[in-house]
């Protein structure tokens, strides 16, 4: 689990220094179901200036029941995204079925609650203020971008030209009359405003707040087209790109030091995940003190410690399992009545160990090992343990 954790964070650095945002615009949960929600009181409540007029308007029968339907549709909604988490840790159809049958652990409900809380205040409340202010992400792109990391960005020199922008006034409605007249063929229309999730204005560059969603590429291009100006005013380019005096199109450069760097840990972290996931023993072997206490006097003047073993069968068949010892007497091994252990096909199985040595053997030994041979494979595996022993 933990080298997952850092080849999501290794592949997260990697596409930011190419793609920048992606994630954030196109595969984050918290954008993800933001635009469901929108889209939920797009359908109810009409356009944009529609919903700001209900928003204002005073309360009366039409806001109740189009915001009511809005607000229960989210709920429902996230109530089906925590179900559908909580059944990844159990049999689906029977947790489901115990869940509004009212018989399902009461762990699954709180799971369930918590999940339907935070995604309805997360997506339908909060929205925008999450990405703001409570995800540490856009706090610390700025590291991973680069001149060449494609970013959505505003073509400032053709959107202002040397006048800066201007309102579609006459003799100033084709791009061949801006041009001459120096005016940029931003119309100062505000759309990219409007339709962005965090509220920013593009065209003052980029800003942290940006989550690289494109809703603002898509307003302009629209904008574009319905005045006859040539799309891509703003664009997902690079700041060098945007710079030079004659910008190419817009496109990866992946031959850089810092993207090639994390592509490399990216390569090497995987092969070793999946190295280990070839390479690993079925059968997983864990050997805890008893700590309580650390060691008994016997009459005799021996001194015991006790252990617990705890043997997992990954396999798909019953196993049988010896344990002995190695770096001191095989007779110092106390298993009780369990010559071999029988651990069944994808279980787990603890027994208890003793281990007695005389008092002089005890002053010399530290640590030992037990072994655990599986007696169908003969497959041993090796389990450092140390021995504890009264100070002079």
């Known amino acids: 689990l933990a080298m997952l954790l850092f080849i999501a964070a290794a592949f997260l650095f990697f596409a930011t220094g190419l793609i920048g945002r992606a994630w954030c615009g196109y595969f984050c949960f918290q954008t993800i179901w933001s635009d469901i929600f929108i889209k939920i009181e797009h359908l109810i409540q009409g356009e944009r200036p529609a919903r700001l007029r209900l928003q204002k308007q005073a309360l009366d029968f039409e806001k109740i029941w189009k915001v009511g339907l809005s607000h229960t549709l989210m709920i429902l909604i996230s109530l089906w995204s925590g179900i559908s988490f909580a059944c990844y840790f159990s049999y689906a159809p029977d947790f489901v079925k115990d869940f509004f049958s009212g018989t399902a652990p009461a762990g699954g409900y709180y799971t369930v609650l918590v999940l339907t809380l935070t995604t309805y205040i997360a997506g339908g409340l909060a929205r925008e203020q999450i990405c703001l202010f409570a995800c540490p992400y856009a706090r610390f792109q700025g590291v991973m971008y680069e001149a060449d990391t494609l970013a959505v960005s505003y073509d400032t020199k053709r959107g202002e030209g040397l006048k800066g922008r201007h309102i579609p006034i006459q003799g100033l409605k084709t791009h061949e009359d801006r041009v001459a007249s120096g005016h940029g063929d931003c119309i100062d229309c505000g759309f990219c405003v409007q339709v962005c999730p965090t509220g920013i204005d593009i065209r003052k560059g980029l800003q942290y707040q940006c989550i690289s969603c494109g809703l603002c590429i898509d307003a302009c291009n629209n904008i574009m087209d319905s005045v006859g100006f040539p799309r891509g005013l703003i664009r997902y380019d690079s700041e060098r790109n945007l710079a030079s005096p004659t910008p190419h199109k ?112 005890a002053e010399k030994t530290h640590e030992f090992e037990f072994e655990v041979t599986q007696l169908s494979t003969g497959e041993k595996m090796e389990i450092e343990a140390s021995f504890n022993a009264p100070k002079e």
């Open 250 to 361: 817009p496109k990866i450069m992946w031959k850089r030091f810092k993207v090639l760097g994390y592509a490399s840990a990216l390569i090497l972290m995987t092969s070793i995940l999946f190295y280990n996931i070839g390479t690993q023993s079925d059968t997983v072997v864990n050997v805890q003190q008893v700590r309580q206490p650390l060691f008994v006097m016997l009459s005799d003047g021996s001194i015991r410690n006790r252990y617990q073993i705890h043997i997992v069968n990954k396999t798909e068949a019953d196993q049988t399992y010896q344990v002995t010892v190695k770096n001191i007497p095989a007779e110092a091994l106390d298993m009780g009545n369990i010559p071999e252990i029988r651990v069944r096909a994808g279980k787990a199985l603890a027994v208890n160990a003793k281990i007695n040595l005389s008092h002089e053997l």
